[in-house]
């Protein structure tokens, strides 16, 4: 009894995202790309600034935190991990919706 109710909830929240995403051109855009979802595009659309101020996708990778942390010795620069330091949500999602594909 408790699990219809709360599967009918989920059901009624997720097509309010969909509907939601649905009236927005860029969610409708950024949905045509594989593994991104309606909550990702509303995440993307709410939280990220306005992609205008990103001049390539590098930036906004770097905004996410998806670049490899840097030091430099005596003029050598090196990279090591992604740093992680940036948008976490969006980060997370973008990056389970890329393992989504990959199976």
Known sequence: ???????????????????????TGMARR?????????L???AVEAFAPPMEGFRYGRDF???????PRQSATCGKERLGRIAKAGQADIRRM?????MSRLN
Do not use: H, N, Y
């Open 1 to 23: 009894m408790q699990i219809a109710e709360q599967t009918a909830r989920i059901q009624t929240k997720t097509r309010k995202i969909e509907d939601l995403a649905a009236k």
């Open 30 to 38: 950024l949905q045509t790309m594989p593994g991104i979802g309606p």
């Open 40 to 42: 990702t595009t509303l």
């Open 61 to 67: 990778s770097a905004w996410l935190g998806l670049v």
């Open 94 to 98: 973008l990056i389970v919706g890329a």
